[in-house]
């Protein structure tokens, strides 16, 4: 059944001394939306808002911590699957999905948050990836085959090899890392598995992803393990990369019947249960740019944050 979360202060406290290092959770808030059918959130890049998305990815909204409002910008379908921010946090750049028939087609667009214009960067596109923020004003995404690149601070296409920032994409299950103009196909477990959520390091030095029925792992960009996570899904860096934020979820082979956030050690030495509850059931985590806060979504279509602190 959906119900309204109210502020759940100080719900417990877990720890763990890993490297030096001590996360607690100090505070358990969250967001009063009226609607309970929200999920997939994500800050901005200065962590004074939260996005997310409806069930479905169908649209976004935008919740401001400081006044507690929330905010639409806008109704399309797709909009909510991996929306990216650029860097001052100014815009949103995701994707648009369309029916034609049995066809599907997209387009990627970018929103200012101000006065939610929307300008497109390519329209009704046959197999369109999402976007990878790859730095200060330069996004690159797939059409077809061919990896594009688009300079947003100028509005215009750009050079995908002049792109020298590494970044990756699953492309026919398997893990392709771009760098320095050059393409490199890996498949670390061969034809085991799917390869799913797969992220570079903050310093895009390490890959993460998961292999289903296989696990979670830290690789290096040549596909060397440096870390088995074990049952680790959804996993998100720390903006540090010193940390692994993820969700251990069971079901019963129809729906979701249960799920927890916890965080890992980039090394897999050391875990921590960031929430342990029975009446709720907690996905898809994110941090926050100071590390000072993880989100997440409820099975009941609710957006919760925990308040953590990180101390030596």
Same mark, same amino acid.
């Given at each position: ?9 100080i719900?417990?406290v877990?720890?763990?001394?890993g !490297?030096?290092q001590?996360i ?9 939306s009226?609607?309970?059918? !929200?999920m997939?959130?994500?800050f901005?890049?200065?962590?004074s808002?939260?996005l ?13 911590l400081s006044d ?9 379908t797709?909009?909510?699957y991996?929306p990216?921010?650029t860097?001052?946090?100014k815009?949103?750049?995701f994707k648009?999905?369309e029916?034609?028939g049995?066809k599907?087609?997209s387009s990627?667009?970018?929103q200012a ?6 300008t ?12 990878r ?7 690159v ?6 990896v594009?690149a688009?300079n947003?601070?100028?509005n215009?296409?750009?050079?995908s ?6 970044y ?6 398997r893990?392709v890392?771009y760098?320095?103009?050059?393409r490199?196909?890996?498949?670390? !477990?061969g034809?085991?598995g799917n390869y799913?959520?797969?992220?570079l390091s903050?310093d895009?030095?390490r890959?993460?992803f ?11 960009l040549?596909?060397?393990v440096?870390?088995?996570?074990g049952?680790?899904n959804?996993?998100k ?5 010193k ?8 079901d019963?082979?129809?729906?979701m019947?249960?799920?927890d956030?916890?965080?890992?050690s ?5 875990r ?7 009446d709720?059931?907690e ?5 926050s740019p100071a590390m000072?806060?993880i989100a997440?979504d409820?099975?009941d279509g609710?957006i ?6 990180i101390s030596n």
């Amino acid at each position: 059944m959906k119900r309204r979360w109210l502020l759940i202060s100080i719900l417990f406290v877990f720890s763990v001394a890993g !490297f030096g290092q001590q996360i607690k959770v100090l505070e358990t808030v969250a967001i009063p939306s009226g609607n309970n059918d !929200f999920m997939a959130p994500r800050f901005s890049p200065d962590g004074s808002k939260i996005l997310f998305t409806k069930s479905g990815f169908h649209g976004l909204w935008l919740y401001d911590l400081s006044d507690k409002s929330i905010t639409q910008l806008n109704d399309y379908t797709g909009a909510g699957y991996e929306p990216v921010f650029t860097s001052d946090g100014k815009q949103v750049i995701f994707k648009i999905d369309e029916y034609s028939g049995m066809k599907k087609y997209s387009s990627l667009a970018i929103q200012a948050l101000n006065d939610k214009n929307i300008t497109y960067i390519a329209r009704k596109i046959r197999y369109l990836s999402n976007v990878r923020w790859v730095n200060n004003h330069t996004a690159v995404y797939r059409d077809g085959n061919e990896v594009k690149a688009y300079n947003v601070a100028r509005n215009e296409s750009a050079k995908s090899n002049s792109v020298t920032t590494p970044y990756v994409f699953i492309e026919d299950n398997r893990i392709v890392v771009y760098r320095d103009g050059k393409r490199k196909t890996l498949q670390p !477990f061969g034809e085991k598995g799917n390869y799913i959520w797969l992220s570079l390091s903050p310093d895009n030095s390490r890959l993460l992803f998961t292999v289903t029925g296989e696990g979670t792992f830290v690789t290096d960009l040549e596909g060397n393990v440096l870390a088995d996570l074990g049952s680790a899904n959804a996993p998100k860096w720390s903006p540090d990369g010193k940390w692994i934020v993820y969700m251990v979820d069971e079901d019963d082979g129809h729906t979701m019947t249960a799920s927890d956030i916890w965080a890992v050690s980039s090394d897999g030495q050391k875990r921590v249960q960031l929430t342990k509850t029975t009446d709720r059931i907690e996905m898809y985590p994110c941090w926050s740019p100071a590390m000072d806060k993880i989100a997440f979504d409820t099975f009941d279509g609710n957006i919760v944050y925990l308040k953590i602190e990180i101390s030596n």
